[in-house]
């Protein structure tokens, strides 16, 4: 069964070689190219891969969909140029094809995400389900900044890979803070926002910085990063609402003391619990699968 892969890069020098290299089994690889300045071009043409120019976008997300039909084979794996897939990545997605073929349009991938140089292991981060691997013509992406793409032959149609003994993604996703905060608020100001005054509500944002603070908090998994982490995805949905509320014509009242009290009230707490004991049970099981294989390899060497 035939595959193309798809990577989109913008002056990613630093990372498309590992991306490239992980996909070289691929039958097709097609780069989307957004006018980068760095060497990134330099290195695709030592790949046998077909490039594509795209004038620069605000968001990758929607320009995902333009490409998709560039690909001549039935399914289509999407990386971004930060991304790269473990060595065993072929053997396990061609299993995964030949075995569920016929039941699935796509997969959602769980995702190792590697902070200020880190890898979360909870906190949120993990496992962090990516829709990446599907069959052409059965997913779109919409126009707005890290959204799941959809589904288009319907749900049921989804298969989500149960970590951590599956195939995962590897995402270099900042090397420090800094690039992390700059980064955020880059995305913030990119985003689409609903202009329709009468939908705002800055309790809406209040009550997702809550949410965030409880979701991304977890130091017993990821240390005084996952503090750092939270504080700065609680301070993101600020600045969002913020953001979202100075581009609505006419601007209705901010009334943040007034938003406190009702987005207490908003605060998914039953959700919050129940996400972070799913999350919790990811990142014990992978430590525990980690503990297990160093225990053999320990006892191979003995």
Known sequence: MKISCIIHTRNSGETIERAVASVAWADELIVV???STDNTLDIIS?????????????????IRNLFLDKAKNEWIIVLDSDEYLPDDAEDNIKSLLNK???RFDAFAIPRFNRIAGQIMRGSGWYPDHQIRLFRKGCVKWPDAIHRLPEVLTGANRLLELSPPDCLHIHHLNYKDISRFIRRQIEYALEDVYDPDPANFDFSDYIARAY??????NDPETDGDLSHALSLLMAWDAVVRGILHWERLDPRPSLGYLRALPFALEKVPRRKIFFRKLRLRHYATAYVVRRLISIAKAIIRLK
């Open 33 to 35: 190219d957004m006018e």
């Open 46 to 62: 030592r790949h046998n891969a077909k490039i594509f120019h795209q004038q620069i976008a605000p968001r990758v997300d929607g």
């Open 100 to 102: 569920y073929n016929s």
């Open 211 to 216: 949410e965030n603070l409880a979701l991304h």
